[in-house]
């Protein structure tokens, strides 16, 4: 029994972690790789537009789920599928270093 909590706690863990951000991104690439962001979101990672959500002050680990469940099109956009689809775990943690640290 105590083998099987131990296993299934396990499995959790290990799936809780895998959707867990890239620490540490660098921001200066993530400023330039996000250059196409500001189109939506804003130059400074605030949008002019209601629609759009401000990237400004997210959290890291938030920005790399959204963008990974983008990717994964498990959260469907078809702006945002096609935006996530090429980056790298790299350049969605650099991404996510910039606009965190961005207020």
Same mark, same amino acid.
């Given at each position: 029994?105590?083998?099987?909590?131990?296993?299934? &706690?396990?499995?959790?863990?290990?799936?809780?972690?895998?959707?867990?951000?890239?620490?540490? =991104?660098?921001?200066?690439? =993530?400023?330039?790789?996000?250059?196409?962001?500001? =189109?939506?979101?804003?130059?400074?990672?605030?949008?002019?537009?209601?629609? $759009?959500?401000?990237?400004? =002050?997210?959290?890291?680990?938030?920005?790399?789920?959204?963008?990974? &469940?983008?990717?994964?099109?498990?959260?469907?956009?078809?702006?945002?599928?096609?935006?996530?689809?090429?980056?790298?775990?790299?350049?969605?943690?650099?991404?996510?270093? $910039?606009?965190?640290?961005?207020?």
């Amino acid at each position: 029994m105590k083998r099987q909590i131990l296993a299934t &706690a396990s499995a959790l863990i290990l799936a809780a972690t895998a959707n867990i951000a890239i620490a540490g =991104g660098d921001a200066a690439a =993530g400023k330039a790789k996000a250059a196409t962001c500001g =189109g939506c979101h804003g130059a400074n990672g605030i949008s002019a537009v209601p629609n $759009y959500p401000n990237l400004a =002050g997210q959290k890291e680990a938030y920005i790399v789920k959204q963008l990974k &469940a983008f990717k994964a099109k498990t959260r469907t956009d078809a702006t945002m599928n096609a935006m996530a689809a090429p980056l790298s775990d790299a350049d969605m943690a650099n991404v996510a270093a $910039y606009y965190s640290g961005l207020k």
